[in-house]
């Protein structure tokens, strides 16, 4: 049975990244330029609410590439996997391919 964790109110799901330890030309890495804290949404929440009752959207999609904090989320393990969630406000950034 497959479980799908939908998450509530400002709430993202995120899948970290990891990042390779070389390149695809068999270059090994430092470990301090592998240590980029990303990861792909997975769900979004609704959003939250204004005190007039408005709804406020979460600022990053399904599928988008974020910059994470080094700390925080709330981990969940869900089947083999392993998620993190965040909310809207604690994800750093967007990351975007030129």
Known sequence: ???RLMPTFNRILVQKVI???KTESG???????TKLNSGR??????GSR???G?????SVKEGDTV???????TQVKLGENEYHLFRD????GTLHED
């Open 54 to 58: 408005k709804l406020i959207p979460v």
């Open 67 to 73: 910059l994470l904090p080094e700390y925080g989320g």
């Open 27 to 33: 270059i090994l890495l430092p470990e301090k330029s």
């Open 19 to 21: 990042q390779p330890a």
């Open 41 to 46: 949404v997975i769900a979004v929440g609704p």
């Open 89 to 92: 406000e604690d994800v750093l």
């Open 50 to 52: 204004d005190k007039d």
């Open 1 to 3: 049975m497959m479980k």
